[in-house]
């Protein structure tokens, strides 16, 4: 059975540009409700237009239940909630044909990018992998790549773009949105929007195809680093086994591969909203 996964984040998408869109709280977060459903309606519609009889959506933002259950189309199966092993990208193992990840935004530090940050805002300044700063994309990407499963699209703001060409360049990249700032962006019309995706599905499609895709991998161990964003968050993942310290706000581990390294963000990152929470007055 041919299948594909599809990994939707928010900041990345058209027409999101303001907290008040990324939380349940937030004002304006039907909104946001509202364009994933739409962007995941077409991505699934065009996918079964080219014989993929079941597709997996990981709805990938904050939460995760964004993506409202009754709103996914048929034959597509929904992966929700938070605190998930592999989080954004938790089921690849299971055997894809190939992966998208829709709505994703450029890496944390990165100029003028909108809403940009690493896995974490709040636990994260930067993450590297053997040297090179890491965007979620290249992240989960090595985590498919660990698995046999190759990234064929990338849908999100322009500033991720040459990321995502440099590391991976048989990626087709959708631009959804040109960012203006951390909290503004000039948005395209939704039906252009709409047009390119289709396109870029086809295109992927094309090179999965043909063999151009191919699965995003790096050799033996990959070394970590994580600059925290209060150096109370680097004294607590000291206390994490095979962390070494190495500045007031800079952690090192080497991990066996990308899966470990993963989780091993995923526990930083818990462990920074814990001391967090902890610590308020």
């Known amino acids: 059975m041919a299948r594909v996964y599809v990994s939707i984040d928010a900041e990345g998408l058209p027409g999101i540009f303001h907290p008040s869109q990324l939380t349940t709280e937030g004002k304006l977060f039907t909104e946001l409700r509202d364009v994933m459903a739409k962007v995941v309606k077409v991505v699934v519609e065009e996918l ?21 259950y009754l709103d996914v ?6 992966v929700r909630g938070s605190l998930r092993p592999t989080s954004m990208v938790y089921g690849i ?8 990840f829709i709505g994703y935004h450029s890496p944390a530090a990165t100029p003028r990018g909108l809403a940009e940050h690493t896995y974490s805002g709040l636990a994260f300044y930067e993450v590297r992998v053997n040297g090179v700063r890491a965007s979620e994309f290249y992240i989960n990407a090595l985590v498919a790549g660990r698995y046999g499963v190759p990234v064929a699209l990338v849908a999100g703001d322009d500033k991720l773009r040459e990321d995502v060409l440099e590391k991976a360049p048989w990626v087709v990249y959708v631009v959804f949105k040109e960012s203006a700032s951390r909290y503004s962006a000039v948005m395209k019309p939704m039906n252009v929007v709409l ?16 063999g151009t895709a191919r699965p995003l991998k790096v050799d033996g161990p990959i070394a ?8 109370e968050y680097a004294d607590a993942a000291e206390d994490v086994p095979g962390v070494t310290r190495v500045g ?11 899966v ?22």
């Open 48 to 68: 079964k237009k080219y014989g993929y009889s079941e597709v997996w959506v990981a709805d990938s933002h904050g939460f995760m239940g964004n993506v409202q």
């Open 73 to 78: 189309p048929d034959d597509t199966y929904l």
């Open 93 to 100: 193992d299971r055997g894809f044909e190939a992966a998208m």
């Open 195 to 210: 047009r390119e995706l289709r396109e870029g599905i086809a295109e992927a499609v094309r090179r999965v195809r043909d």
């Open 224 to 231: 970590m680093e994580f600059h925290m964003r209060r150096s």
């Open 248 to 258: 007031a706000y800079t952690i090192r581990y080497v991990a066996r591969d990308p």
């Open 260 to 281: 470990e390294g993963y989780k091993v963000m995923k526990l930083l990152a818990t462990i920074s909203s814990a001391i967090d929470y902890a610590y308020r007055v």
